[in-house]
């Protein structure tokens, strides 16, 4: 479910026939996937908004970076709960934005 939604908020990100890049990286202990959009990107004082449920301000956070306000949210919360976690990087000079999820090995 958390990938889904990762990689949806990418494609939605990202203008008609870009491409979304999946990557996985095993490391020893921990899982590495990284979603990268073509999206227009997001100043990185936006990003926490992104994955803060109904934060202040989001709604113009969300309009400028191309999100939903709870998806992401929602995403990082099941990260979390998997031991887990959910960070975002962006360049809005070469634009594009790549989450990335950190997933315990199994």
């Not at 100043?43 to 400028?64: E, H, T």
């Amino acid at each position: 479910v958390m990938l889904g939604t990762v990689v949806r908020q990418a494609a939605a990100a990202s203008p008609m026939g870009a491409e979304v890049r999946v990557d996985v990286r095993p490391l020893a202990s921990r899982v590495i996937v990284a979603v990268a959009d073509e999206g227009p990107g997001c100043a990185r004082r936006d990003l926490p908004a992104l994955l803060r449920p109904f934060a202040s301000g989001s709604d113009q956070v969300i309009g400028r970076c191309a999100g939903s306000s709870l998806d992401l949210p929602i995403a990082r919360l099941l990260a979390k709960a998997s031991g887990g976690s959910l960070t975002l990087r962006s360049s809005q000079s070469a634009g594009g934005m790549t989450a990335l999820l950190s997933l315990p090995r199994a």
